[in-house]
């Protein structure tokens, strides 16, 4: 899997309008093949920041989304923020749950 996490910092007054256009890139992700999952949220300690999420089955299918015309809007929309925002592409290579945990636990 690989995670494309982007934080904008928003100003209050645009913050309406950069949800609103976050929506349409939302969409255009949702409908892309090898998209998992899309995620629009405030930051919980600073309710000016918001937080987007796009999670690939792979790296391909996320180069395929970031070469697209339409993965510009998310480029564009950085732009206007009033602070740095933050991009990072994260690479997870295994994903465990509960009955890792259990073994871990039984190893005490």
């Not at 609103?20 to 629009?40: I, K, N, Y």
């Not at 592409?89 to 005490?108: I, K, M, P, T, W």
């Amino acid at each position: 899997m690989v995670q494309l996490y982007v934080r904008l910092p928003t100003a209050e007054s645009q913050t309406p309008d950069i949800v609103r256009a976050l929506s349409r890139v939302m969409v255009s992700a949702q409908v892309d093949r090898g998209c998992g999952h899309v995620e629009l949220t405030r930051d919980a300690d600073d309710a000016s920041v918001l937080i987007y999420v796009e999670d690939w089955e792979d790296r391909e299918q996320l180069e395929r989304r970031i070469r697209s015309d339409r993965f510009g809007a998310l480029l564009g929309l950085m732009e206007t923020c009033p602070a740095a925002p933050q991009l990072e592409l994260r690479f997870v290579s295994e994903v465990q749950g509960l009955d890792y945990v259990a073994s871990v636990r039984q190893v005490q």
